[in-house]
Nanobody
Framework: QVQLVESGGGLVQAGDSLRLSCAGSGRTFRTSAMGWIRQAPGKEREFVAGINFNSAMRFYADSVKSRFIISRDNAKATVDLQMNNVKPEDTAVYYC???????????????WGQGTQVTVSS
């Protein structure tokens, strides 16, 4: 099993930068694909970004391309989401998730953290 804890959320203004971090534990973290998924009130859950076990493959939702960067450090068992030029529509609870293979479908991820709230004011 993989246990995940997100941090770094908060209240920011449009155009600001924010860095979310996910701390993982468990023997399979280094071989797990990792993803960030968000959910805002009134909207469907949305895949944001994903990264495979060795960082060779990265995927992003069209809405965050060129603004967000996903990265991981297997030695530290962490995965980060660098959020640049945030917009009000980025407001959501952001979840860190782990799965066997990096995919764009959030339903394919098996383990989830509790989430961290990101609120972007205009």
């Amino acid at each position: 099993q993989v246990q995940l804890v997100e941090s770094g959320g908060g209240l920011v203004q449009a155009g600001d930068s924010l860095r979310l971090s996910c701390a993982g534990s468990g023997r399979t973290f280094r071989t797990s694909a990792m993803g960030w998924i968000r959910q805002a009130p009134g909207k469907e859950r949305e895949f944001v970004a994903g990264i495979n076990f060795n960082s060779a493959m990265r995927f992003y939702a069209d809405s965050v391309k060129s603004r967000f960067i996903i990265s991981r450090d297997n030695a530290k068992a962490t995965v980060d989401l660098q959020m640049n030029n945030v917009k009000p529509e980025d407001t959501a609870v952001y979840y860190c998730a782990a799965g066997d293979v990096v995919v764009r479908d959030w339903r394919r991820y098996d383990y989830w953290g509790q989430g961290t709230q990101v609120t972007v004011s205009s």
